[in-house]
């Protein structure tokens, strides 16, 4: 039985047009990352068409998106698909439904956004800090791995490509008010 609950959430979250899709594969023809999703992007507009609330919320497609829009500019209907995958992110997110093969991603992606919210940009030093703290990635690297993450870590910060300190944009009020519309 199709979840409508779950088909009106999704579009309610900005994804009005998804009834439009005819499957015709181009957004999933031209994805980059395909090759890695358990479901292309027209199969979880399908199952989203479909109130498969379940099998969408659980798939490995929806984290593995990486909101390139290479789906969006070729979609002949103009369906925001990229919208769709973010739409469906946050809603997974509430619904605490994240399969266990991407249990990282959500943490690098609320590390990435925490950056931005407090700097108005990415600083790389502190998402990377942040999503270590929360995931603790150096317990399964061995003390050579470390080592050269090291002089990696080193190389670049000393040719500039890596700030210490972050780097604020003027006006991070905007950004701060363009979070909390978002959250409406």
């Excluded at 690297?141 to 003027?170: C, S, V, Y």
Aim: aromatic share 6%.
């Amino acid at each position: 039985m199709p979840d409508s609950a779950f088909q009106n959430l999704v579009q309610n979250a900005g994804a009005d047009k998804i009834f439009l899709c005819f499957q015709c594969r181009k957004c999933s023809s031209g994805c980059p990352l395909g090759f890695a999703m358990d479901y292309l992007p027209d199969a979880i507009l399908r199952m989203v068409c479909l109130g498969m609330k379940d099998r969408v919320l659980n798939s490995d497609t929806i984290w593995l998106c990486a909101s390139c829009e290479t789906c969006t500019t070729r979609c002949p209907n103009e369906i925001d698909i990229a919208g769709v995958m973010d739409a469906l992110r946050h809603i997974s997110v509430a619904e605490g439904k994240i399969s266990p093969a991407v249990k990282n991603i959500p943490k690098l992606h609320e590390a990435f956004l925490g950056s931005i919210r407090a700097n108005g940009r990415v600083h790389e030093v502190g998402m990377i800090t942040s999503y270590s703290l929360k995931t603790n990635p150096f317990s399964k690297i061995t003390n050579g791995e470390l080592i050269d993450q090291a002089r990696l870590g080193w190389d670049m910060l000393r040719r500039g490509k890596l700030n210490i300190r972050p780097h604020k944009i003027r006006n991070t009020e905007e950004v701060k008010k363009a979070f909390a519309k978002s959250k409406k």
